[in-house]
């Protein structure tokens, strides 16, 4: 038996289909949609489709970017020569929010996986390696989760770029084993930039 108009389920798995978003959320959601005014909903469904037209990977960092470039690698007051990786866009947010860090980010979009099936061939290492190699760049800090998929993706992004000679760094360890950088407050990133060791 179906309980809802067919729209309305569908606009529901639609909901579910998003991260972290159960059944009981996922309706919730389609019945607030459901009251909005009409030029509410239209704004909402052309704020997703402008995203989805308009944001791409900025081609030197594959950070999130509207631009040609994303505002940090245009920005020429930041420190070119020392990139921090970091595993998603929301993880440079997260370290931006530290105002520590001025050098550039590289984002590898995902972590070495083999239990969720991804692989160093599914990120953004190859990236990482062709910017390492063609620019002038003397220290990479492995900003990734310190969980082990993180910690496993650190270890065999610095094996790759030991061969040329370029100074591999982790973070300290003020942010949490098994956290995520995103919930990490900005007195933790400070001393775990400020306490980074080379791996």
Known sequence: MQYFPAALQELADQFARLPGIGGKTAQRLAFHVLELPLEDA???????????????????????????????????????????VVAEPKDVIAMERSREFSGVY???????SPLNHVTQ?????RELLQRVASADIREVIMATNPD?????????????????????????????VGSQLEY???VTLS???????EI
Not at 48 to 64: D, G, M, S, W
Not at 121 to 125: F, G, Q, T
Not at 155 to 165: D, G, H, K, Q, V
Not at 192 to 197: C, S, V
């Open 42 to 84: 239209e704004s909402f469904a052309g704020a997703i489709l402008a995203a989805k037209r308009e944001v791409h990977t900025c081609p030197v960092c594959q950070n999130l970017t509207d631009r040609e470039l994303c505002p940090i690698c245009a920005d020429e007051m930041r420190d070119q020569s020392q990139i921090c």
């Open 106 to 112: 590289h984002v590898l979009h995902g972590v070495i």
């Open 121 to 125: 061939d599914d990120i953004k290492i």
């Open 148 to 176: 082990t998929e993180g910690e496993a993706t650190a270890m065999y992004i610095s094996r790759l770029l030991r061969p040329m000679e370029i100074k591999v760094t982790r973070l300290a360890y003020g942010v949490p």
């Open 184 to 186: 990490a407050d900005e």
């Open 191 to 197: 001393r775990a930039l400020e306490g980074r060791q």
